[in-house]
């Protein structure tokens, strides 16, 4: 059974950082595409940033520069490390995989950039 449980949101201050921790069991995370999606209230689920399996990184125009997804196979988990945060950077982030043709989500961990 594939199970992400994401970490480390909380509150920040515009221009703080945090790193979102994704850990993963029943899956070898170095072996996927892996993903960081984030929902604000009332908007669309959208995609922040990819790691391929091959390690190949891409990001969302509105946080290029300023994310970096990584991943470390040792400890089977993925990172969002969030720097220079903004106000619109507020959301719920959920980490993602696809495993033959299913889907799996985190619980979510919500990020709030408030002064």
């Known amino acids: 059974q594939v199970q992400l449980v994401e970490s480390g949101g909380g509150l920040v201050q515009p221009g703080g950082s945090l790193r979102l921790s994704c850990a993963a069991s029943?899956?070898?995370?170095?072996?996927?595409?892996m993903d960081w999606y984030r929902q604000a209230p009332g908007r669309q689920r959208e995609l922040v940033a990819i790691?391929?399996?091959?390690?190949?990184?891409t990001y969302a125009d509105s946080v290029k520069g300023r994310f970096t997804i990584s991943r470390d196979n040792a400890k089977n988990t993925v990172y969002l490390q969030m720097n220079s945060l903004k106000v619109e950077d507020t959301a719920a982030y959920y980490c993602?995989?696809?495993?033959?043709?299913?889907?799996?989500w985190g619980q979510g961990t919500q990020v709030t950039v408030s002064s």
């Open positions: 790691i391929t399996s091959g390690g190949s990184t």
């Open positions: 029943g899956i070898a995370l170095f072996m996927y595409d």
């Open positions: 993602h995989t696809v495993r033959s043709w299913r889907d799996f």
